[in-house]
C-alpha cells in the first residue's frame, strides 16, 4: 500500500543507498487470536477509517480490495527491475500452513515468517512455519511479551526479528527478553533483528541493545531472482 517505516524492510545497497520497503495486503481484516493480539495496530487503523472488519469471517466481512490495488505491487517490480535491486515488500500478515503453497513448490522470492510473543506461541505456531519450504523462515518476536527459548528450532530458522510494544496501552518488555533471543541467534548464527524497545509511539524507547542497534537481514537469496 505505501512505503513503511517498519525497519526490517529496509534495504542498505552496496553504495549505500537506503532503500525502503513496502507494506501489501490483499485484505483488509484479521481475528484477535491471541494474547499478542490485544492491542493490534491495524484493528486501530481499520476503525479509525470505520471499516468493521475484525472477528470471526462467519460474522464479519473482510475488505478485499480490487484490481487497482493490485497494479501497486507491478509498478514496484518494474522500478526494481530497472534499478537492478529487489525491494522488500511486508504482504498479508496472515499465513495458512496447510494453504496449496504451504508444502509444496514455494517462490523462491518469498520469505515466510510467523509472529511469536509467548513460548506458548512458539510451540503452536513454529513447527507449522517449519513445514514450509521457503529459503528463509523468520520469526516476529513482536510484541514481545516473554521469556523465548527457541533452541528446539533455532537451527531451522533463518532470522528472528523483535520487539517492544507499542502504543497508549504498550505493556513493557524486559530487556532480558530481547537480549537472550540475541544471544541464541548469536550462538546459532542466525541474523537477529532488534526493531525497537516501545513504549507510548514505536520510537519511544529507541532501537539500542546493550549500547548499538542490531540490523542484521539474512543475505539477498537466491541470486539474480529477478530475471
Ligand atoms: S494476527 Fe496480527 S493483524 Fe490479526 S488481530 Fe492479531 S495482531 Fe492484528
Known amino acids: 500500500m505505501a512505503v513503511t517505516v517498519i525497519q526490517w524492510t529496509w534495504r542498505i545497497l552496496p553504495n549505500g543507498t537506503l532503500i525502503k520497503g513496502y507494506t501489501f495486503n490483499p485484505w483488509w481484516g484479521c481475528l484477535k487470536v491471541s494474547e499478542e493480539c490485544h492491542h493490534c495496530y491495524a484493528e486501530d487503523i481499520a476503525h479509525h477509517y470505520g471499516h468493521e472488519v475484525w472477528g470471526p469471517a462467519s460474522t464479519t466481512s473482510r475488505r478485499v480490495f480490487r484490481e487497482k490495488h493490485w497494479q501497486e505491487p507491478r509498478a514496484w517490480n518494474r522500478q526494481a527491475k530497472k534499478q537492478g535491486h529487489r525491494r522488500s515488500v511486508f504482504c498479508a500478515s496472515i499465513i495458512l ?62 532470522w528472528v526479528i523483535s520487539g517492544g510494544e507499542s502504543g497508549y496501552e504498550a505493556r513493557p518488555m524486559n530487556m532480558e527478553w530481547p537480549r537472550s533471543l540475541r544471544d541464541q541467534c548469536q550462538e546459532a548464527q542466525v541474523p537477529y533483528f532488534f526493531k525497537q524497545i516501545g513504549g507510548r509511539y514505536h520510537d519511544s524507547g529507541g532501537r539500542e541493545l546493550d549500547g548499538r542497534t542490531w540490523d542484521e537481514i539474512p543475505p539477498e537469496f537466491p541470486i539474480g531472482c529477478l530475471t
Open 97 to 158: 500452513p496447510m494453504s496449496p503453497w504451504g508444502k509444496g513448490t514455494w517462490p523462491d522470492n518469498v520469505w515466510v515468517g510467523t509472529s511469536v510473543g509467548v513460548q506458548k506461541r512458539a510451540e503452536e505456531r513454529v513447527p507449522y512455519l517449519l513445514e514450509i519450504p521457503a529459503v528463509v523462515r523468520f520469526l516476529s518476536c513482536e510484541p514481545l511479551l516473554g521469556s523465548l527459548d527457541l533452541s528446539p528450532w533455532i537451527s531451522q530458522l533463518q
